[in-house]
């Protein structure tokens, strides 16, 4: 499977104005391997999941196939950062007692991964995936984001995005499921770090290389109303989930 980069030109916004997920995940994650203290975290883009997971477990081998996703992701002296595949992580067999993909699930040949997870991950661990879709903030403002989303730019997003529109339930999950409490992302933002945000996105940024202007100008003044005289706004993503024990 070739590797196509979505998010190298922009690795730096990317890593300044992405959600932070909330510590209670990880949490929940060190219960699926009480005993467990190594982790992969696959898909690791600025490292975010990677550092948080640092914190619960021993070792993190975090691994991205985006060479400037890696040079921009955040050190911490218990992540070892490679540049590799989700389907030839370079790790050793067995080496690891948890699997995790934050938001990164979609870009991977999902046979090819899963071979990978039974190599890499020891019989007891586990394998967990999680993602996010649109935020909401309030009506006013997630209209003017949906708008943007599917109307503007909604021509522009790969393929692969349809399994996010799907919360990934459509791909055959091969180990047993495990179904987690609810987890949201919350964060509180000016409307300036919600157009920040929204410049990220893998449509935007392939607007902008075909079109040679930014969507996300046609929909700013709009936004800016809606969003009104606070300066601080909740804004809030549900996570959803695949989880499975490695048998």
């Known amino acids: 499977m070739s590797f196509r980069d979505h998010f190298s030109s922009h690795s730096s916004s990317y890593s300044e104005f992405r959600p932070g997920y909330p510590k209670e ?14 982790v992969w975290d696959c898909g690791t883009g600025n490292g975010q999941a990677a550092v948080s997971l640092a914190e619960v477990f021993d070792a993190v081998v975090a691994t991205d196939p985006s060479a400037n996703q890696i040079a921009e992701a955040d050190a911490h002296t218990k992540v070892r950062y490679l540049v590799a ?16 993909v934050a938001q990164a699930f979609h870009w991977f ?3 090819s991964f899963f071979a990978e997870v ?16 649109l935020q909401t903030t309030s009506p006013e403002v997630d ?6 989303y599917g109307e503007i730019t909604g021509s522009y997003w790969p393929p692969e995005r ?13 180990f047993p499921e495990i179904s987690p409490p609810e987890f949201f ?63």
């Open 25 to 38: 995940l990880f949490s929940y994650l060190k219960t699926l391997v009480p005993n467990g203290t190594s």
């Open 85 to 100: 595949s989700a389907e030839n992580s370079t790790l050793e067999n067995l080496q690891v007692d948890l699997v995790t």
């Open 109 to 111: 040949d999902f046979d």
């Open 118 to 133: 039974r190599r890499v991950c020891k019989p007891g661990g586990a394998l967990a995936i999680w993602g996010y879709g």
């Open 143 to 148: 209209a003017v984001v949906k708008r943007l």
């Open 162 to 174: 349809r399994y996010v529109e799907e919360e990934y339930k459509t791909v055959p999950f091969p």
């Open 185 to 247: 992302m919350r964060e509180g933002w000016t409307v300036e770090q919600l157009l920040g945000y929204l410049r990220t996105w893998s449509s935007v940024q392939k607007f902008i290389r075909k079109n040679g202007n930014d969507p996300v100008s046609e929909v700013e003044t709009e936004l800016r109303s809606a969003w009104g005289d606070e300066k601080i706004r909740s804004v809030r993503w549900p996570l959803f989930f695949r989880i499975g024990k490695i048998l």
